[in-house]
């Protein structure tokens, strides 16, 4: 079973419940937010947080059909949606500047995942573009060293392999060696410590006064619970994490600390490790989460905020291009936005018959969104308005210009003209659908 999977399940069982009852009367509620209490609880999510989260459920619960196109129970997942997303916050920001030199600690408990993850953010940077080095800082353990150089060694990674004995010289050695190589990412491999004792926590802090870190970042276990919250506590009595990083995501751990960590530390986690693969990493995106422990019964919320998003006048221009079948890539690229300010799931992108034929599998919905807005926004207006004329050259200018690749805007193209059949077949009932899927079907029957 994979992580938030129990607590995905516990949520969406309480909402079931809600969702049969068509009007939900006070005990109802009532009922609803003690089993979503205990669900959360459950998940291992900071008694804070929960009190803070129901309390404010049932406030806003209280003040039903505020938005009458939503039925109590939708309301109710509605608000929990969007207090959830406040407490995990936006999706992180990585400190790291291209024309710089940057350096990131990794600091945390023994066998949390350390060395592992520093491989993983090597791989990471590099493959966006920079030059990371690993740097193993270790200076007790002889075989801490040699498993950061032979990870490194097995996966293309360029490590600082000499042998230095104390913290200070050795990375004023490793910069200097980054500046010769022109490299610009320094990720550090700190040791494994059992506790937070004071002798080598004032080591880590002379360092961290001593050096401008850009991201000094915990990395906890997903499986040691909120344990992860008292020790991000300890280390921050010596120094100032940046933020944190979850491994063993893939585990079967309640996941309940994860939700907890911003609001607890006030930090953001920023990565989750998702397997024991070098390319086991991913940016946490706390949309993602919120969206899949909530699943596809938020659908509601998205129609509503689609609402929003999209104007009426919009809307109307929507159908009737559709209709017309005159939709193009600004039209397109105004769809792309509007989702963006949904916050863009997966789920829900996938279910909008615009986005259909679309592989949201294969990427990160982040990465597609900004892949696909940064090649349409590459391109001229009329070639928004007619992508037929877009030829090699052509091709070749918006790839670069958008700094993706010639095969990006070749798929790009085909899924635009696949949707493109796809609308030109679309009757009047299945526009309508559409237009109801986008939440604006009322006002145009
Ligand atoms: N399944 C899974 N295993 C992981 C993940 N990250 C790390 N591990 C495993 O956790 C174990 C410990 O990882 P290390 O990277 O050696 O941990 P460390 O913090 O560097 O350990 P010390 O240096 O001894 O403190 C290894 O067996 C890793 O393969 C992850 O995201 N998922
Ligand atoms: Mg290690």
Redesign the pocket.
């Known amino acids: 079973m994979l992580i938030f999977e129990s607590l995905k399940k516990n949520i969406q069982y309480v909402f079931k419940k809600l969702y049969s009852k068509g009007k939900l009367s006070p005990s109802d509620i009532e009922n609803g937010l003690r089993e979503l209490r205990i669900t959360l609880l459950e998940a291992d999510v900071n008694y804070k947080i929960v009190k803070e989260l129901i309390s404010r459920v049932s406030e806003e619960a209280k003040k039903q059909n505020v938005v009458e196109s939503l039925t109590p129970a939708e309301q109710i997942i509605t608000i929990l949606y969007k207090e959830l997303k406040n407490i995990l916050g936006e999706s992180p920001i990585i400190n790291i500047k291209h024309n710089e030199k940057n350096l990131i600690m990794l600091v945390?408990l023994?066998?949390?995942?350390?060395?592992?993850?520093a491989a993983k953010l090597a791989k990471f940077f590099k493959e966006k573009g920079e030059f990371p080095l690993l740097i193993p800082f270790?200076f007790k353990r002889p075989a801490?060293r040699e498993?950061l150089i032979t990870l490194a060694k097995t996966n293309q990674l360029e490590v600082f392999e000499e042998k230095i004995n104390a913290p200070i010289p050795a990375l004023k050695k490793a910069l200097s060696y980054m500046d010769r190589r022109q490299i610009n990412v320094g990720i550090i491999d700190t040791?494994?410590r059992k506790e937070i004792d004071v002798e080598t926590m004032t080591e880590l802090k002379r360092v961290s006064d001593t050096f401008s870190m850009n991201e000094i970042l915990l990395?906890a276990d997903s499986t040691i619970g909120q344990s992860s919250l008292k020790i991000a506590e300890g280390f921050e009595k010596y120094i100032d994490l940046t933020g944190g990083i979850f491994?063993?995501?893939?585990?079967s751990a309640k996941g309940g600390s994860i939700l907890s960590f911003r609001y607890v530390t006030g930090k953001p986690v920023k990565f989750i490790?998702?397997?024991?693969k070098v390319s086991?990493l991913e940016i946490f995106h706390p949309d993602r989460i919120v969206s899949r422990i909530l699943g596809r019964g938020d659908l509601a919320t998205l129609a509503e905020k689609a609402e929003k998003a999209i104007s009426q006048e919009e809307s109307k221009n929507l159908i009737k291009k559709i209709k017309n079948n005159t939709f193009d890539m600004n039209d397109y690229k105004k769809q792309i936005e509007a989702i963006k300010k949904m916050g863009g799931f997966s789920t829900i992108l996938s279910s909008m018959p615009v986005m259909q034929g679309i592989n949201f599998e294969a990427m990160s919905e982040g990465n597609l969104l900004k892949k696909i807005e940064a090649i349409i926004n590459g391109m001229t207006k009329e070639e928004r308005a007619n992508p037929d004329i877009i030829d090699g050259s052509r091709k070749r200018r918006i790839a670069k210009g958008s700094g993706t690749h010639v095969s990006d805007v070749n798929k790009l193209l085909k899924q635009f003209s696949q949707m493109s059949r796809m609308m030109k077949g679309m009757n009047k009932t299945k526009a309508m659908n559409m237009a109801k899927n986008l939440g604006i079907n009322n006002r145009f029957h």
């Open positions: 945390g023994q066998g949390n995942g350390k060395t592992t993850t270790d801490a498993q040791a494994g990395v491994t063993k995501y893939d585990s490790g998702t397997g024991e086991d």
